[in-house]
């Protein structure tokens, strides 16, 4: 059974940074790609940054890039998220995703949530003073 876990949210103070983590099991993570997704209260869920299955190619939405930097340990079975510059408007719970098993989706495909079929059970990021 394919399984996503994230770890390594908390509170930081603005400008600070987080290292969320999202361990695979159940499958093989380096055939799948994986997308960073956010959800703030009263909005709906964004996608903030993905990774191919083998080429490592990767996107980021425009509010983060510069600031977050998405990676991929396929003998850990492990995607990061690497949160630097951290800004209250960051604050949101953060969730994985995996899509279909055979689907083939661009980086940004995958960000528009286009296939995505299993989700972690977030973690939850608070940028606050």
């Known amino acids: 059974q394919l399984q996503l876990v994230e770890s390594g949210g908390g509170l930081v103070q603005p400008g600070g940074s987080l290292r969320l983590s999202c361990v695979a099991s159940?499958?093989?993570?380096?055939?799948?790609?994986i997308g960073w997704f956010r959800q703030a209260p009263g909005k709906e869920r964004e996608g903030v940054s993905c990774?191919?299955?083998?080429?490592?190619?990767?996107y980021y939405a425009d509010s983060v890039k510069g600031r977050f930097t998405i990676s991929r340990d396929n003998a850990k079975n492990t995607v990061y998220l690497q949160m630097d510059s951290l800004k209250p408007e960051d604050t949101a719970v953060y969730f994985c995703?995996?899509?279909?098993?055979?689907?083939?989706?661009?980086?940004?495909?995958?960000?528009?949530?286009?296939?995505?079929?299993?989700w972690g059970q977030g973690t939850q990021v608070t940028v606050s003073s």
């Open positions: 159940g499958f093989i993570l380096d055939y799948y790609g």
């Open positions: 990774i191919s299955r083998r080429d490592g190619s990767t």
């Open positions: 995703a995996a899509p279909y098993a055979g689907t083939l989706n661009t980086v940004q495909a995958l960000c528009a949530r286009i296939g995505v079929g299993s």
